[in-house]
């Protein structure tokens, strides 16, 4: 492979434009690669200092999510 040639195929438009709105709006890297099959490195490749929400978010949303389940399992 010659050095500095890009790998894979370009992404389309539209995908980079929803991959931007979803970093704007401080997805998880995770939730996006899974909701959406952005593959992690592109995530890198186009936001390369992009973090997503930290741990201690995730958690906070993951444990309201889990007693909104209680609640309504109710």
Known sequence: MAVGRPRGRKLAPERL????KLVADGWPIRQITETHGFNYYTIKKHYPEYKGMTQSEAGKI?????HLGRKVAV
Do not use: I, R
């Open 17 to 20: 434009e929803l991959l931007g």
């Open 62 to 66: 993951g444990m309201a999510l889990k």
